[in-house]
């Protein structure tokens, strides 16, 4: 498998953590008339949800779309009574997402994160379909990667981006309960030619993950019957199997429902400012620690803190504390990093305070 590169992508479902459905008014363990598509009942939007996915997404590095228009996303299955999927076009597209494999900070390139409504369940028994109708229209979060992965590092970024649901409370992101669950798309290159793309479906744990990949990657070199087509794993055979022909989607505008405007400066002012207490930010302080240009006494006290409150407030005169204490810095960049807090309405977060550190880093020729 050495000789062959392989590009890898993934398409992550997260469960959005709620009381009520994405288009109806109907509970979540419920269904009412939409959810069974009866012709003539309108959507009606749960703008709370639209709201959680916004302030979640503001971790990551990316750009807001300005509007958020809904689209009908058009084909034919048993799970989706009424014969499209309502989705969305993206709310946040080229986004980075940062993770540690091994304590080696690596990037996942994120496409675009867009909101849909999760289809019904399926089971097959003696050659009978049975759907159930209560997981229709249940609230995901559908996130698009780039072929940016290795076969070693997929796994990684996944626990993750799992746990950075779970600590902001945005999903529970129970894989057997099926609100957190994966596809993969994979294709192979061999002397510059990239064969056509393999989809596995509904991955819900990370063995059949590293399994399935395994059983393709195999496929793919011995050039199986290799077309364009959506497969799914079966973890008593442990092998994938066909499913149906690779087709592409058609989307329609979704005229019953209104384009939801993004008002960002509201959002921003109902962020606290507040540091998370977030592995990747410890992970962080544990790299700093290690290094020997940093002052240790005063990130230790930081630790010390953020272990015995999960949320402690920071101003502009701790960060100066912080900053100050990285020894033979230029004074020039120190001055900068004050001076662009204070432009930013002294809103100050993980992400932005690690981006600064990490440019000074880079200008002490370290390896952020």
Same mark, same amino acid.
């Not at 592995?279 to 005063?298: A, R």
């Not at 630790?303 to 504390?321: A, G, V």
């Given at each position: 498998?050495k000789?062959?590169?392989?590009?890898?992508?993934?398409e992550?479902?997260t469960?959005?953590?709620?009381?009520r459905?994405?288009?109806?008014? @109907?509970?979540?363990? %419920?269904?009412?008339?939409f959810d069974?598509?009866?012709?003539?009942v309108? $959507?009606?939007?749960?703008?709370?949800?639209?709201?959680?996915?916004? *302030?979640?997404?503001?971790?990551? =590095?990316?750009?807001?779309?300005?509007?958020?228009?809904?689209?009908?996303?058009?084909? @034919?299955?048993?799970?989706? $009574?009424?014969g499209y999927?309502?989705?969305q076009k993206?709310?946040?597209?080229?986004?980075?997402?940062k993770?540690?494999?091994?304590?080696?900070?690596? &990037?996942?390139?994120?496409?675009?994160?867009?909101?849909? =409504? *999760?289809?019904?369940?399926?089971?097959?028994?003696?050659?009978?379909i049975?759907?159930n109708?209560?997981?229709?229209?249940? $609230?995901?979060?559908e996130? +698009?990667?780039?072929p940016?992965?290795?076969?070693e590092n997929?796994?990684?970024?996944l626990?993750?981006?799992?746990?950075?649901? +779970?600590?902001?409370?945005? @999903?529970t992101?129970?894989?057997?309960?099926?609100?957190?669950?994966?596809?993969?798309?994979?294709?192979?290159?061999?002397?510059? +030619?990239?064969?056509?793309?393999?989809?596995?479906k509904?991955? %819900?744990?990370?063995?059949?993950?590293?399994?399935s990949?395994?059983y =393709?990657?195999?496929?793919?070199?011995?050039?199986?019957?290799?077309?364009?087509?959506?497969?799914?794993?079966?973890?008593?055979? =442990?092998?994938?199997?066909?499913?149906?022909?690779?087709?592409?989607?058609?989307?329609?505008?979704?005229? %019953?429902?209104?384009?939801?405007?993004?008002?960002?400066?509201?959002k921003?002012?109902?962020?606290?400012?507040i540091?998370?207490?977030?592995?990747s930010?410890?992970?962080?302080i544990?790299?700093?620690?290690?290094?020997?240009?940093?002052?240790?006494?005063?990130?230790?006290?930081?630790?010390?803190?953020?272990?015995?409150?999960?949320k402690?407030?920071? *101003? %502009?005169?701790?960060?100066?504390?912080?900053?100050?204490?990285?020894?033979?810095?230029?004074?020039?960049?120190?001055?900068?990093?004050?001076?662009?807090?204070?432009?930013?309405?002294?809103?100050?977060?993980f992400? &932005?305070?690690?981006?600064?550190?990490?440019?000074?880093?880079?200008?002490?020729?370290?390896?952020?």
């Amino acid at each position: 498998m050495k000789k062959y590169n392989f590009i890898i992508g993934i398409e992550i479902h997260t469960g959005i953590y709620s009381k009520r459905k994405l288009f109806s008014k @109907s509970k979540i363990n %419920n269904f009412n008339k939409f959810d069974l598509a009866i012709p003539g009942v309108m $959507p009606i939007l749960n703008v709370t949800i639209i709201n959680k996915t916004i *302030d979640f997404l503001q971790n990551f =590095e990316g750009k807001f779309c300005k509007k958020i228009i809904f689209l009908r996303k058009k084909y @034919s299955y048993p799970d989706i $009574p009424k014969g499209y999927q309502l989705t969305q076009k993206y709310i946040k597209k080229n986004c980075i997402i940062k993770y540690y494999k091994n304590n080696i900070l690596k &990037f996942a390139l994120i496409k675009n994160f867009h909101i849909e =409504e *999760d289809t019904a369940g399926i089971k097959y028994i003696n050659n009978k379909i049975l759907i159930n109708y209560k997981r229709n229209g249940r $609230p995901i979060l559908e996130s +698009v990667s780039f072929p940016c992965f290795s076969f070693e590092n997929i796994i990684f970024f996944l626990k993750t981006f799992k746990e950075y649901c +779970v600590y902001e409370k945005y @999903s529970t992101a129970r894989m057997e309960m099926g609100e957190f669950k994966f596809d993969i798309n994979i294709s192979i290159i061999n002397k510059n +030619v990239i064969s056509k793309k393999i989809e596995i479906k509904n991955l %819900n744990s990370y063995t059949s993950l590293e399994k399935s990949i395994k059983y =393709e990657m195999y496929r793919l070199i011995k050039n199986i019957c290799i077309n364009k087509e959506t497969r799914s794993y079966s973890q008593i055979k =442990e092998k994938t199997f066909f499913l149906r022909k690779k087709k592409k989607y058609f989307f329609f505008r979704e005229y %019953n429902l209104k384009k939801y405007k993004i008002e960002f400066k509201k959002k921003i002012n109902k962020i606290n400012i507040i540091f998370n207490n977030s592995k990747s930010f410890l992970n962080l302080i544990k790299n700093l620690k290690n290094d020997k240009y940093f002052f240790k006494k005063k990130l230790k006290t930081i630790c010390k803190k953020i272990k015995k409150k999960k949320k402690i407030k920071i *101003d %502009n005169k701790l960060i100066k504390k912080i900053i100050h204490k990285i020894k033979n810095t230029n004074e020039r960049s120190i001055n900068y990093i004050i001076g662009k807090y204070k432009r930013i309405k002294k809103i100050e977060n993980f992400n &932005f305070f690690k981006k600064k550190v990490k440019k000074i880093m880079k200008e002490r020729d370290l390896n952020p």
